[in-house]
């Protein structure tokens, strides 16, 4: 069965193309919620459409031998690089100006407990910098002892780094 988005049984969330026809104009609840939600608006008011269907080729046209690198490229490309994105911020914060040369040097930095086991303690990488054996449960216990002392925050930590490149000798 097909439902078109124009259903009047759809459910409208007050987005586009949800419930009435001529519907354009997001719901109040959507009132200052900025690119995010104008991106999911976008989602849903193309859904399905020629431009949202990334997963269907024409057999008249191509094969699915042809279409696949395309339609994977798509699925997994924009994952990967945010993970990438994600991981290079994520790893170089720890070390972003800290004395050179000096390999057991590395920052801990404050996550919010559930964050932290989250990351598997690697906020607290100072200590894995001194201690590279421990296993990352026991991380925390090895902060602890060791005074507990946070360089920044995670999240200052990782911005600071867009200042962008820093001067030698500094």
Same mark, same amino acid.
């Given at each position: 069965?097909?439902?078109?988005?124009?259903?009047?049984?759809?459910?409208?969330?007050?987005?586009?193309?949800?419930?009435?026809? !001529?519907?354009?104009?997001?719901?109040?609840?959507?009132?200052?919620?900025?690119?995010?939600?104008?991106?999911?608006?976008?989602?849903?008011?193309?859904?399905?459409?020629?431009?949202?269907?990334?997963?269907?080729?024409?057999?008249?046209?191509?094969?699915?031998?042809?279409?696949?690198?395309?339609?994977?490229?798509?699925?997994?490309?924009?994952?990967?690089?945010?993970?990438?994105?994600?991981?290079?911020?994520?790893?170089?914060?720890?070390?972003?100006?800290?004395?050179?040369?000096?390999?057991?040097?590395?920052?801990?930095?404050?996550?919010?407990?559930?964050?932290?086991?989250?990351?598997?303690?690697?906020?607290?990488?100072?200590?894995?910098?001194?201690?590279?054996?421990?296993?990352?449960?026991?991380?925390?216990?090895?902060?602890?002892?060791?005074? !507990?002392?946070?360089?920044? !925050?995670?999240?200052?930590?990782?911005?600071?780094?867009?200042?962008?490149?820093?001067?030698?000798?500094?």
């Amino acid at each position: 069965m097909t439902v078109s988005a124009t259903d009047r049984n759809a459910p409208d969330h007050g987005d586009p193309g949800h419930g009435d026809p !001529g519907h354009d104009e997001p719901g109040p609840h959507a009132a200052g919620a900025g690119r995010p939600r104008t991106a999911s608006l976008l989602h849903h008011r193309y859904s399905r459409t020629p431009r949202e269907r990334t997963e269907v080729y024409d057999a008249r046209t191509t094969t699915w031998a042809k279409a696949a690198p395309g339609y994977y490229a798509r699925l997994l490309g924009a994952a990967l690089a945010g993970r990438a994105l994600a991981v290079s911020l994520q790893d170089n914060a720890y070390h972003y100006v800290t004395p050179l040369d000096a390999p057991l040097q590395a920052m801990n930095l404050r996550l919010p407990r559930p964050l932290e086991a989250f990351a598997l303690g690697f906020n607290l990488h100072g200590v894995h910098h001194r201690h590279p054996g421990l296993p990352w449960p026991a991380l925390r216990a090895r902060f602890a002892r060791e005074g !507990g002392r946070y360089d920044l !925050g995670w999240t200052p930590a990782v911005a600071r780094q867009l200042r962008g490149p820093v001067r030698a000798g500094r």
